[in-house]
């Protein structure tokens, strides 16, 4: 893989791999919250009972007895994130926009990783909401299918990924090359009154 034309390197730093893990609890979360709601759900109808779910089935919501399959989308979701995340951290990426040299590509590459392994965590915080949700209307609630949560995770992402533009523009903004002054430039500093005294004792000399 490459930032701009120069080779990487995939290397995992302590900040990144405690991330990382943290949204592997958070997927592991949600696939077992999902198990968790499948098996309510299923409890659920046998205590309607067989007949009274076809009653309903037929008279208010057809899709009763299939809909909790719905929930295995969550899954699929992170899924999902966690395949993008691979994908975009392997693959190559042009950074046109920064001056991109041999020095600063593998520093550039960090934070790009660290940013990307970051914006998981709101991403997965969102899933679960949104989950969540679905889960209380489908058990017979009545949530509100948005949320505060989402707004703030959205704002989350937008703080992440301007802070890693900023650290990658701040390592390839070019430094200022500065004057060099000749190394074997000798300054001579002569001191006036000595100078004088000397004048004096040769003409005391010479008298």
Same mark, same amino acid.
């Given at each position: 893989?490459? =930032? ?5 390197? /995939?290397?995992?730093?302590? #900040? ?10 958070? %997927?592991?979360?949600? %696939? ?6 499948? *098996? ?13 779910? !076809?009653?309903?089935? !037929?008279? /208010? ?23 993008? /995340? ?8 042009p950074f046109k926009r920064y001056n991109v040299t041999k020095m600063n590509a593998q520093q550039c590459w960090n934070v790009y990783a660290m940013c990307a392994s970051l ?7 969102? =899933?679960?909401?949104?989950?969540? +949700?679905?889960? *209380? ?18 704002? +989350?992402? #937008?703080?992440i990924i301007r802070l890693g533009m900023h650290r990658i523009s701040s390592i390839t903004e070019p430094k200022a090359e500065t004057a060099e002054k000749p190394a074997d430039?000798?300054?001579?500093? =002569?001191?006036?009154?000595?100078? #004088? !005294? ?10």
């Amino acid at each position: 893989m490459k =930032i701009a034309k120069y080779p990487v390197k /995939y290397k995992y730093k302590v #900040a990144r791999l405690i991330s990382d893990v943290f949204s592997l609890g958070l %997927a592991v979360l949600i %696939a077992s919250v999902t198990v968790y709601f499948l *098996q309510s759900y299923e409890y659920m109808l046998q205590r309607i009972g067989t007949d009274n779910v !076809e009653i309903l089935t !037929e008279q /208010y919501n057809s899709g009763l007895e299939w809909q909790r399959w719905l929930a295995l989308i969550f899954p699929a979701l992170v899924l999902a994130l966690f395949a993008a /995340y691979i994908i975009l951290t392997l693959k190559s990426h042009p950074f046109k926009r920064y001056n991109v040299t041999k020095m600063n590509a593998q520093q550039c590459w960090n934070v790009y990783a660290m940013c990307a392994s970051l914006c998981k965590i709101p991403v997965l915080m969102g =899933i679960f909401d949104v989950m969540y +949700i679905f889960h *209380q209307n489908m058990l017979g609630g009545n949530e509100i299918p948005f949320s505060f949560q989402l707004v703030l995770d959205a704002i +989350i992402i #937008a703080i992440i990924i301007r802070l890693g533009m900023h650290r990658i523009s701040s390592i390839t903004e070019p430094k200022a090359e500065t004057a060099e002054k000749p190394a074997d430039t000798v300054k001579v500093r =002569i001191n006036p009154t000595r100078g #004088a !005294e000397k004048r004096d004792n040769g003409q005391e000399d010479k008298k």
